[in-house]
Nanobody, 127 residues
């Protein structure tokens, strides 16, 4: 399984970016996928998750991004997206996409819940 994250960059506060996560070896609609972020010296932080198709209400977000970030997927491209609007300085970090090999009840918000990870893409928000 390979996940290729892209779309990071530098943006001013209040701006928007869209991250992409292209998956190979897994069909994105069949697995729970998530986005995490990390800054130097800090633990990887949950951003949001999208459940596999047919698992009920699809997305869940960290309180810090709720209402600003949206996860979506394009099954024809086997890609999951993270649309980030109204970006803040504290959104700066390396963003990772991840795939969960197993499905669990409830929302999967821990890094340990996920099996495969992309290489990360850097988002820098200037104030």
């Amino acid at each position: 399984v390979q996940l290729q994250a892209s779309g990071g960059g530098s943006v001013q506060a209040g701006g928007s970016l869209r991250l992409s996560c292209l998956a190979s070896g897994r069909t994105v609609s069949r697995y729970t996928m998530a986005w995490f972020r990390q800054t130097p010296g800090e633990e990887r932080e949950f951003v949001g998750t999208m459940r596999r198709s047919g698992s009920g209400s699809g997305t869940y977000y960290a309180d810090s991004v709720k209402g600003r970030f949206t996860i979506s997927r394009d099954t024809s491209k086997n890609t999951v997206y993270l649309q980030m609007n109204s970006l803040k300085f504290e959104d700066t970090g390396v963003y990772y996409c991840a795939v969960a090999e197993r499905h669990m009840a409830g929302w999967m918000t821990r890094p340990a819940d996920y099996t495969y990870w992309g290489q990360g893409t850097l988002v820098t928000v200037s104030s």
